[in-house]
């Protein structure tokens, strides 16, 4: 039997993976200590969002290292969507924490309880939001060293955390103003954090049910099709099945019923060459006979 391989990752995004574990994890201290200290409800959300990071970035190192494993008789296709399990409970990991923040912010807006905060509030988050912009520069380098939307995704996770403390950062300065901007920062952070869980949710759900080949990827196979062969192949019928970073792929194509075997073998195997080199898919090609009269 023959087994498909893993891909290693590279050293830069397994760098910006330890070193966004390590900034969380140190980020989630500092937060937890001056939201318990000022009492701050978005402070505190803030913080375990922070950690939840980290954690993330535990899970999802864990589910790379188990995806790179080699594929086995009893997974022949490899181990790749370990990574995609893992990417799943990292989605409901957030989805429990967004639910639970959203119903404290809101009771606090409710309740009308106030926070007063100080310069340890704005000094943290301030460096929240530099360290985060920091780890999303990291994260775009390392996804432009290796070519990786994954690491380029989580580039702009990082930035949006950015952006999430300096709006906390505006409502800490205006809490002396408005008296319900706490719980309502606190309510913001946990809408983002709910809407990045759904997207986690449901990228980790698509590839494991099952997902359409895009336009995109059909017109390229078929460019390729019309480059092999001068008639028309009539592609169709296309199925997609991803493990992770190696994608099986099967679809049919339609040669006259009176073409001989060996120029059809000798298509179909330069077809599967091509897209393998050029889309990094394996695929199998099933021929369907028509009726038409061809020369050769």
Do not use: C
């Not at 008639?231 to 992770?244: Q, R």
Request: aromatic residues 12%; neutral net charge; charged residues 20%.
């Amino acid at each position: 039997m023959i087994f498909v391989k893993s891909k290693g990752r590279n050293i830069s995004g397994k760098f910006a993976g330890f070193f966004s574990i390590a900034g969380n994890t140190v980020l989630f201290a500092f937060k937890l200590w001056a939201g318990l200290v000022t009492g701050s409800v978005a402070l505190i959300a803030d913080a375990w969002h922070t950690l939840s990071d980290s954690v993330s970035s535990v899970i999802l190192l864990i589910g790379i290292y188990v995806s790179s494993k080699p594929a086995d008789n009893e997974h022949p296709y490899g181990h790749g969507r370990a990574e995609v399990i893992a990417s799943l409970f990292i989605g409901l990991i957030l989805v429990l924490i967004a639910i639970n923040f959203l119903y404290e912010s809101v009771n606090r807006i409710i309740t009308g309880e106030t926070v007063i905060f100080g310069y340890l509030a704005i000094t943290v988050t301030a460096i929240s939001l530099v360290v985060k912009e920091i780890m999303a520069q990291i994260s775009f380098y390392a996804s432009r060293n290796e070519g990786s939307k994954a690491l380029f995704a989580d580039g702009w996770h990082h930035r949006s955390d950015a952006f999430t403390s300096l709006i906390i950062l505006v409502g800490i300065l205006l809490g002396r103003y408005i008296w319900w901007i706490d719980g309502a920062l606190g309510a913001f952070v946990s809408v983002m954090i709910l809407i990045l869980a759904f997207r986690i949710v449901k990228d980790s759900i698509d590839p494991l049910l099952g997902e359409k080949p895009d336009k995109e990827l059909i017109d390229k196979i078929n460019n390729i099709g019309n480059e092999i062969y001068s008639g028309e192949l009539y592609s169709h019928h296309f199925n997609i099945h991803k493990y992770g970073n190696h994608t099986e792929l099967t679809f049919h194509i339609k040669l006259p019923g009176n073409y001989k075997l060996d120029n059809a073998n000798r298509i179909t195997a330069l077809f599967i060459k091509r897209i393998r080199s050029e889309l990094d898919i394996v695929a199998t090609i099933y021929i369907d006979a028509y009726k038409e009269e061809l020369k050769q």
